[in-house]
C-alpha cells in the first residue's frame, strides 16, 4: 500500500460545512492535483474539530499545521505553499488573542489545552465515513473483548466501576442501568440510542454522530450483548440530515464487515441496528416519550414506573442510552475502568463534552474532564467574555438547567456540585452571559421553548408554563407588580413539583436560579420599572443630550417612526410615545447626544 | 472488503489499515518524534528528493521507528541536494546534504536509530522556517 | 397474593401488592380527587395517563409529587395526602385548568355534572390568581356530537374510549404544548371522520367539550305548531335511566311517569320503541330463520353468521371499517326507523293524516339514532321517517323545563296500537337482549314447539364477548353476543378469517347495550348504574304478560291488516335497508 505522505484535514461537521468545507475539500483537492503532488497527498473529510468560532478548520498532517477560518480562496495558497513548499500560511494560523503569537499545533491553543477527548476522540482525527479508518483507531476491538473475554456480567461489572454515568442529563449509573435491563427475563429486548438532541444551543450529540459513528454502533452492540437484546434503534431528529447520513454509511459498512449482524466475530451474538426519525421535538428525549414516538404514537411521556427496562419499545424490557454515553464505552471496555474513573471528581467520572456557546470569544465544542471549574471552561478554554464586557452568569443544562454566577466560578463541574448549586449537568449544553444580557429576559427565553416544547399531556406543563412565560413577559414589558413576583416563584415550585415528566419538572429551573441569584433585577423591574442590562425594549428610553446635539437631523432622517423632531442646529426631541427603541438613532449620531436611560 | 469472522480477523485487519492513520497519530505527538524534514524545493526534486523521502517513509516504517517525515521548502543548499534536516527529541537540528538512498539508509541505522553521527553534515547550524 | 404494608396520613394500611395509592387511600377513608382518572369495571376502559395531576400525593423519600392514581404502593411507604404543599399544588394546578377554561358555567349544557366544575367546588376555588391567554380552536357541530373544544381539559378520556375501547381511532391528541387538544385528524368534522357516533367519547368526558346536539327546541317547534301531529315513540333503555336524572336510584323503572310526563309535555300520541322492537323480531328472526335453512341445505350463497343491525353504532362501524362485509348483517332497519317507517305509512293512513303532517320524535339513549334519523336512505321525498331524535338527557331536560314534578307524576300507559310490546321488545335495551328476544321467536316458528323457559340466562350477562349454544330442538345454534366496538372488531375479524363458529351474533355499540348509550344520564365512570339498569330491563320483561315478540297482538295484527307476512314484499319495502361502503374521506380545511 503506498503510504500517505501528507494528509489533509478537513473539518466536515455541520457547522464548518456552512462555512463551505465541501468546496474547500473540492478546491484543495483539485489544486493538488494541478500541483501535481496528488500521489503524495490525501484529502480527508473528519468530524466536528470542536473550535466552531475559528472553523472552517483545516488541519495538515504529519506537522499538525492548524489552519483556522479557512475559506475556498484559500485552497490554492495552502497547496502551493504548505503542501509544495512546505512554508507554512502564517495569516492562517490562530492567533492567540494576548500575546498575538501565531500558533499552529492545535495543542499550544488555550481552547484546547485543558480538554481530554474521549467521547470525541475521533472526532476530527478520523474519516467518518470510511470504516477502515475506526478500525485502524482499534474501532471494535472493545467489542470483540467483550464477546471473547468477558461475560455480559463482567462487563457490566467494569462500567459499574468505571463510574459512568449517563451523559443525556439525569446522570444515572451507566452500568446500573444495564443491569436493571439484563435482570429482566423476556424474549425480546432492545437498546436504544437516545439521539434526539434538542437544547437550544447544544450539538453534542450530532457532532459525535457526524464525526464518529461507528463508536455509538459499537457501543450499541456491546450493551445488547450485556442486556440480551439483538435489536437496536436509533432515535434520531429528521433536522440532523448529515448525522443520518453518516450514520446510514456506518451502519451498512459495519454490516458488510460482519461487525453488525449474524454470528459477529463468530461469537454467536447476533445484533442489527435501525434507525428511527423524530420530528424533532423536545421531549422525545425523555425516554418514555422517544419510545412512544418509536412506536408511531404521539410522542408524550408516561408516568415511570414501569421503567423501560421492564417495558420499553413494544412493551419489551428496553434499554436506552444517549449518544455521548456510548462514545464512552469503547474506551472504558480496552482501557479499563481504573483508567476512567482516575478521571474526574468522587462521583461523577470521565469528561464531559460541552457545547459553548453565548458569549465567550472561544465558542465551540469541548470536552472535559469533570471536576474543571466553570472559570476554567469559561475563561482559559473560553477565552474570556467577548469584547471585554463583565461575565454575568452561565446557563447550564440548557432549559432544564438554571444559570450560575460569579460565585459558583471555582466550583468543580460535576454532576452533584451543579444540581447543589440550583442547575444541573444536562446533555451539556453552556451558554454564557455578559453585564449586557438581562436575567428576565434569559428566564423568559428559556421559557419561550418549553412553551413551545411541552407535550401538552399534563396539565401544570401544558398551562403553568404557558402563565410563567406571561408573567415574565409582563415583568419585562414593565407592567409586573411585586405580586407578580410572588406568584411568579409560587407557579414556578408548583409546576416543578407536580409536572409529569422531565421537562416540565425542570422547566421552571432558569426562572427560580434567576430569581434566586439576581433578586434585585427583577425588583427593578416590577419596583423601579428598569432593566439595568439595558436589554428590555419596553423598560429603555432613548434621550438626546440637549448640550450634545448639534441639530444635524442625521437621526430625524434614520428615524422609521418620525419620533424625533427639532429645528435644524437645534437641540432635538425623542417622542417617547412614538419611539420603538430600535436603537437606529443612537447608532447613527456622531456626537453621542442619544443614551438609553 | 474483508468480512471480519473473529477477533483476530479484527487484529489482522487493524493491524493492515494501521497505516491509514498512523501518520495522524504520530502527528498528535510530533514534538516527541523524530523529525525528518526533506527539502522539496524544485532543486530539491531535481536532485531526488522525492526518492529519497519515499524511501525514507518506508524505510523508517519498516524499521518500526517513530519518526515523522515531512517536506520543507528549500534550505538554500541548492549544491548539496537532496537535503534533509533530522531533529531528534530535544537535541539541535542537523541537515544532511547529498542524501541519496544509500545515505538515507545510513542516516537511518545510525543517526536516527542510534544516534552516531554520520558523514555529510553540513556544518552550519541552520533553521528551516520558524516552527512554533 | 403478597400484602404489603403502608401509612396514608398516618393510617397504617395493608394492601394487596399492584395496589394504587388512590386505591389504597380509598380503604382508609381517603378520597383523594381525581380528574381525568376513569375506569370502568368490567370493561375494557381504563384511563389513566397521569395528566391533571389533581391526585398527587407527597410520598416520603420523594422529590416531587408523585400521582396517586398511577403510583403502586410499596411495602413501608409514607404517603400524605392533604399537606399544604399538596393542597397548594392542587389548588395552583386547578386554577391553572380554568384559567385556560371558558367562564360559560351558567349556560353550559354540562353544568351541574361537569366533573371539573364539581372539583373546582370541592376544592373552594373562588378566584383564579394565574391568568393569560385562553385556547381556541375550530369547533365542531355534526349531526349527533358537538365539540366544543376549548372545554377540552385534555384528561384524554375520550381518546381511550374512542381509540382503546371502541377501536374506532377518530379522536387523538393533536398540537403540542398550550394548543394541544383532542380532536379528529386535522380538525375535521366528526361527519367527514370515521366517527360513528356511538357516544361513549360524550359518556366520558368531564366537561362540556363533548356533548350532544340538543334537539329539544326542535321538539317544542313541533308540538307548538297546530298543524302538526306529534307523536313520540321511547326506547327500551329510556325507562330503566331516566329516574337518575330526577335523584331517583340506578335501576329504577319510570315507565309510567315517563309516558305521563310525555303527555303533558304535548305529544299527541305517546308509543313505545319496544312494538317496533317486537316488529324488528319478527322480520330480523325470519331472515335468520330464512338464511340457516338455506344454510343447512348447503346453499353457499348465504352467509353466516347473521349480525344483528339495530345499533346505528354498530352499523356506522361496519360501514366504514368493514365495508368488505356488508353482506353479513341483516337487512332489518333498527327499531327506531321501523317505528318511523310504520308511523309514516300505517299509522298515517290509518289516521288519515299526510305523513308531512305527522312529527315522528323519538327518544333514545343513543347519539347515533341522531346520525340515523338523518340518513337519506330513512327519508320519503325529503321527509324523514323519524323527524327528530332526542336522548334520555334531552328528555329529562324537557319535562323539567315544562315544569313538571316529576315525582308527582302518576303512572300513564302508551297508547296504542303502537305502544304495545311485549317482554322481548324491552330486553333490546340490554347486550344479549336482542338476541334473546330473537331466539324466543326463532325458536318457536323454526321447531313449532311452546317455550318452556322464555329466560335465557346464558345470553345474559357483562363480559364483553359471550357465547352460548342454544338447542333448537336438536339443532345446536352457536351465538355470539358483543358490547363495544372493540369486542365487535374481534368478533368481525374472526369471521373475516374464516374461523367465526358463530350462527349469529349480536352486536351493541355500547358498553351493557342501550343501558350504557352516550345519550344517557351521566354515569361518572360508575358501572354499577350500567348494571342495576339492565336488571331493571330484565325486571320489566319478566313483569310483562306477554313474552315474545311474535305473540304480541298488535304485531299479529299489523301483519295481518298491512304487511302481510314477515320479510314479504312491503316488508322489505318499508323495514329493511342496505348498507353503504364508506370511504376514508380527509378533507384539510
Redesign the interface.
Known amino acids: 500500500m503506498a503510504k500517505d505522505k501528507i494528509q489533509v484535514l478537513v473539518c466536515s461537521g455541520t457547522g464548518c460545512r456552512a462555512s463551505k468545507s465541501d468546496e474547500i475539500v473540492k478546491n484543495i483537492s483539485q489544486a493538488v492535483i494541478e500541483n501535481d503532488i496528488d500521489k503524495d497527498v490525501q484529502v480527508i473529510r473528519t468530524g466536528c474539530f470542536g473550535f466552531c468560532e475559528k472553523g472552517p478548520i483545516v488541519k495538515m498532517v504529519p506537522d499538525n499545521t492548524f489552519y483556522v477560518q479557512v475559506s475556498p480562496d484559500d485552497a490554492e495558497e495552502l497547496v502551493a505553499e504548505h503542501l509544495v513548499k512546505g512554508r507554512k500560511v502564517e495569516r492562517l494560523l490562530y492567533e492567540n488573542p494576548e500575546t498575538k503569537e501565531r500558533i499552529s499545533d492545535s495543542k499550544h491553543m488555550d481552547f484546547y489545552k485543558k480538554q481530554i477527548r474521549i467521547a470525541l476522540r475521533n472526532c476530527g482525527f478520523i474519516n467518518p465515513e470510511n470504516i477502515e479508518e475506526y478500525i485502524a483507531k482499534d474501532g471494535y476491538m472493545a467489542l470483540g473483548k467483550v464477546l471473547t473475554e468477558l461475560t455480559p456480567e463482567k462487563t457490566i461489572g467494569l462500567l459499574i466501576k468505571s463510574g459512568l454515568r449517563g451523559r443525556g442529563g439525569g446522570g444515572f449509573p451507566t452500568g446500573l442501568k444495564w443491569e436493571l435491563t439484563r435482570k429482566v427475563k423476556a424474549e425480546q429486548k432492545y437498546v436504544v440510542c437516545n439521539a434526539d438532541e434538542g437544547d437550544p444551543g447544544a450539538f453534542m450529540d450530532r457532532s459525535i454522530l457526524e464525526g464518529d459513528p461507528h463508536s455509538v454502533l459499537e457501543a450499541m452492540a456491546i450493551n445488547g450483548y450485556c442486556t440480551g437484546a439483538d435489536r437496536g434503534l436509533i432515535y434520531i431528529r429528521a433536522e440532523y440530515p448529515l448525522a443520518i447520513e453518516r450514520l446510514k454509511i456506518a451502519i451498512n459498512q459495519a454490516r458488510e464487515y460482519g461487525l453488525l449482524g449474524e454470528n459477529i466475530m463468530g461469537t454467536g451474538f447476533n445484533f442489527d441496528i435501525e434507525i428511527r426519525y423524530g420530528a424533532g421535538a423536545f421531549v422525545c428525549g425523555e425516554e418514555t416519550a422517544l419510545i412512544h414516538s418509536m412506536e408511531g404514537l404521539r410522542g408524550e411521556p408516561g408516568v415511570k414506573p414501569p421503567f423501560p427496562s421492564e417495558k420499553g419499545y413494544k412493551e419489551k424490557p428496553t434499554n436506552v442510552n444517549n449518544v455521548e454515553t456510548y462514545a464512552n464505552i469503547p474506551p472504558i471496555i480496552l482501557k479499563g475502568a481504573d483508567w476512567f474513573a482516575s478521571i474526574g471528581t468522587e462521583k461523577s467520572k470521565g469528561t464531559k463534552v460541552f457545547a459553548l456557546a453565548g458569549k465567550v470569544n472561544n465558542v465551540g465544542l469541548i470536552e472535559v474532564p469533570m471536576g474543571i471549574t466553570l472559570r476554567e471552561v469559561i475563561f482559559d478554554i473560553g477565552g474570556g467574555i467577548k469584547d471585554g464586557k463583565k461575565f454575568k452568569a452561565v446557563q447550564t443544562g440548557g432549559p432544564s438547567g438554571g444559570c450560575l454566577t460569579e460565585k459558583h466560578l471555582d466550583i468543580p463541574i460535576d454532576y452533584d456540585n451543579l444540581i447543589a448549586a440550583g442547575s444541573m449537568m444536562g446533555s451539556g449544553g453552556m451558554i454564557v452571559m455578559d453585564e449586557s444580557d438581562c436575567m428576565v429576559s434569559m428566564a423568559k427565553f428559556y421559557l419561550d421553548f418549553t412553551v413551545e416544547e411541552s407535550c401538552g399531556k399534563c396539565a401544570p406543563c401544558r398551562i403553568g408554563n404557558k402563565r410563567l412565560y406571561e408573567l415574565l413577559d409582563k415583568i419585562t414589558e414593565g407592567k409586573g407588580t411585586e405580586e407578580d413576583l410572588f406568584k411568579l416563584r409560587n407557579l414556578a415550585n408548583v409546576v416543578k413539583d407536580t409536572s409529569l415528566c422531565g421537562l416540565g419538572q425542570t422547566s421552571p429551573n432558569p426562572v427560580l436560579s434567576t430569581m434566586d441569584n439576581f433578586p434585585e433585577e427583577y425588583e427593578a423591574h416590577v419596583k423601579d420599572s428598569k432593566c439595568h442590562a439595558g436589554q428590555c425594549t419596553a423598560l429603555m428610553q432613548y434621550i438626546i443630550k440637549e448640550d450634545a446635539c448639534t441639530g444635524c437631523t442625521l437621526c430625524v432622517r434614520v428615524c422609521p417612526v418620525d419620533a424625533i423632531s427639532g429645528e435644524r442646529k437645534m437641540a432635538h426631541f425623542i417622542n417617547q410615545d412614538i419611539c420603538i427603541k430600535c436603537g437606529a438613532c443612537m447608532e447613527k449620531c456622531k456626537f453621542d447626544a442619544i443614551y438609553i436611560a | ?7 483476530e ?3 489482522k ?2 493491524d493492515e ?8 497519530e ?3 505527538h ?2 516527541q518524534l523524530i523529525q525528518v ?1 526533506v ?3 524544485t532543486c530539491g526534486i531535481a536532485s531526488g528528493a522525492k526518492e529519497t ?2 524511501y525514507m ?2 524505510e523508517l ?1 519498516n524499521k518500526a521507528v517513530d519518526a ?7 534550505m538554500g543548499y541548492c549544491y548539496a541536494e537532496p537535503t534533509i534536516e533530522i531533529t531528534r527529541q530535544g537535541e539541535e537540528p542537523v541537515v544532511f546534504g547529498y542524501v541519496d538512498i544509500e545515505k538515507a539508509q545510513e542516516i537511518i541505522d545510525k543517526y536516527i536509530i542510534s544516534g552516531e553521527m554520520v558523514d555529510g553534515i553540513i556544518p552550519v547550524n541552520y533553521k ?2 520558524k ?2 | 397474593m403478597d400484602k404489603i404494608k403502608l401509612t396514608i396520613d398516618n393510617t397504617l394500611v395493608e394492601v394487596e401488592k399492584g395496589t394504587t395509592v388512590l386505591e389504597a387511600a380509598k380503604l382508609t377513608g381517603v378520597d383523594i380527587p381525581t380528574l381525568c382518572y376513569l375506569k370502568l369495571e368490567d370493561t375494557a376502559f381504563e384511563n389513566t395517563p397521569g395528566g391533571c395531576r389533581m391526585c398527587v400525593v407527597e410520598v416520603e423519600g420523594r422529590r416531587n409529587l408523585a400521582p396517586s392514581c398511577k403510583t403502586q404502593c410499596e411495602d413501608g411507604m409514607f404517603v400524605s395526602t392533604h399537606t399544604p404543599r399538596v393542597v397548594n399544588a392542587r389548588r395552583t394546578v386547578m386554577e391553572l385548568i380554568l384559567s385556560d377554561h371558558p367562564f360559560e358555567c351558567l349556560v353550559c349544557t354540562k353544568s351541574g355534572k361537569c366533573d371539573l366544575q364539581s372539583l373546582a367546588q370541592d376544592l373552594g376555588i373562588r378566584e383564579i390568581h394565574y391568568q393569560g391567554e385562553k385556547s381556541t380552536y375550530k369547533g365542531d357541530e355534526s349531526p349527533g356530537i358537538i365539540r366544543e373544544p376549548e372545554k377540552c381539559i385534555m384528561c384524554r378520556r375520550c381518546e381511550t374510549a374512542c381509540n382503546d375501547v371502541q377501536t374506532v381511532g377518530t379522536l387523538s391528541a393533536l398540537y403540542r404544548g398550550f394548543g394541544s387538544v383532542v380532536a379528529p385528524a386535522f380538525e375535521m368534522d366528526l361527519d367527514h371522520s370515521s366517527c360513528t357516533f356511538c357516544g361513549q367519547c360524550v359518556a366520558v368526558c368531564p366537561t362540556g367539550a363533548l356533548i350532544e346536539r340538543d334537539n329539544t327546541w326542535k321538539v317544542m317547534e313541533a308540538i307548538m305548531n297546530p298543524k302538526k301531529t306529534v307523536i313520540v315513540q321511547t326506547a327500551p333503555a329510556v325507562r330503566a335511566a331516566l329516574g337518575e336524572e330526577f335523584g331517583y336510584e340506578a335501576g329504577t323503572l319510570v315507565t309510567g311517569k315517563m309516558v305521563s310526563a310525555l303527555r303533558k309535555i304535548g305529544f299527541d300520541y305517546v308509543f313505545d320503541t319496544d312494538f317496533a322492537a317486537d316488529l324488528t323480531i319478527m322480520e330480523e328472526g325470519t331472515e335468520l330463520l330464512e338464511r340457516l335453512n338455506k344454510h343447512l341445505q348447503g346453499d353457499k350463497n348465504v352467509k353466516l353468521p347473521m349480525l344483528t343491525s339495530c345499533c346505528p353504532g354498530w352499523v356506522n362501524f361496519f360501514e366504514y371499517h368493514f365495508p368488505d362485509m356488508l353482506d353479513i348483517p341483516s337487512t332489518a332497519k333498527s327499531p327506531q326507523q321501523m317505528f318511523g317507517a310504520i308511523a309514516k305509512s300505517y299509522f298515517a293512513e290509518k289516521m288519515n293524516i299526510d305523513r308531512k303532517d305527522l312529527v315522528v320524535v323519538s327518544v333514545m339513549p343513543c347519539l347515533a339514532k341522531k346520525f340515523e334519523a338523518a340518513r337519506p336512505e330513512f327519508a320519503v321525498d325529503g321527509d324523514p321517517d323519524v323527524n327528530v331524535s332526542i336522548t334520555t338527557r334531552e328528555l329529562a331536560q324537557m319535562i323539567k323545563s315544562a315544569n313538571l314534578n316529576f315525582d308527582a307524576l302518576k303512572d300513564d300507559d302508551f297508547d296504542r296500537p303502537l305502544g304495545e310490546s311485549s317482554g322481548a321488545g324491552v330486553i333490546f335495551g340490554s347486550t344479549g337482549g336482542v338476541i334473546e328476544a330473537a331466539v324466543r321467536t326463532a325458536y318457536e316458528l323454526h321447531t313449532g314447539k311452546t317455550l318452556e323457559k322464555v329466560d335465557f340466562n346464558e345470553l345474559r350477562g357483562f363480559e364483553g364477548i359471550r357465547s352460548a349454544t342454544i338447542d333448537f330442538d336438536g339443532l345446536p345454534i352457536n351465538i355470539g353476543i358483543a358490547h363495544g366496538l372493540g369486542n365487535a372488531r374481534t368478533l368481525l375479524e374472526e369471521i373475516r378469517a374464516g374461523k367465526s363458529q358463530f350462527h349469529a351474533i349480536e352486536i351493541m355499540a355500547c358498553p351493557g347495550g342501550c343501558i350504557g348509550g352516550g345519550g344517557q344520564p351521566y354515569h361518572h365512570g360508575d358501572v354499577s348504574i350500567l348494571k342495576k339498569r339492565q336488571i331493571a330491563i330484565y325486571q320489566e320483561d319478566a313483569g310483562k304478560p306477554i313474552r315474545k315478540s311474535h305473540e304480541n297482538p298488535y304485531i299479529q295484527n299489523l301483519y295481518k291488516e298491512y304487511l302481510g307476512a314477515p320479510c314479504s314484499e312491503k316488508s322489505h319495502e318499508l323495514l329493511h335497508t342496505n348498507y353503504f361502503a364508506k370511504k376514508k374521506k380527509i378533507e384539510i380545511e
Open positions: 472488503m474483508t468480512k471480519v469472522k473473529s477477533l480477523d479484527l487484529k485487519i487493524r489499515l494501521q497505516a491509514k492513520v498512523s501518520l495522524r504520530k502527528a498528535e510530533y514534538e524534514k527539502s522539496m524545493a523521502m519515499e517513509i518506508n516504517d515523522v517525515v515531512s517536506q520543507t521548502g528549500c528551516t522556517l516552527d512554533d
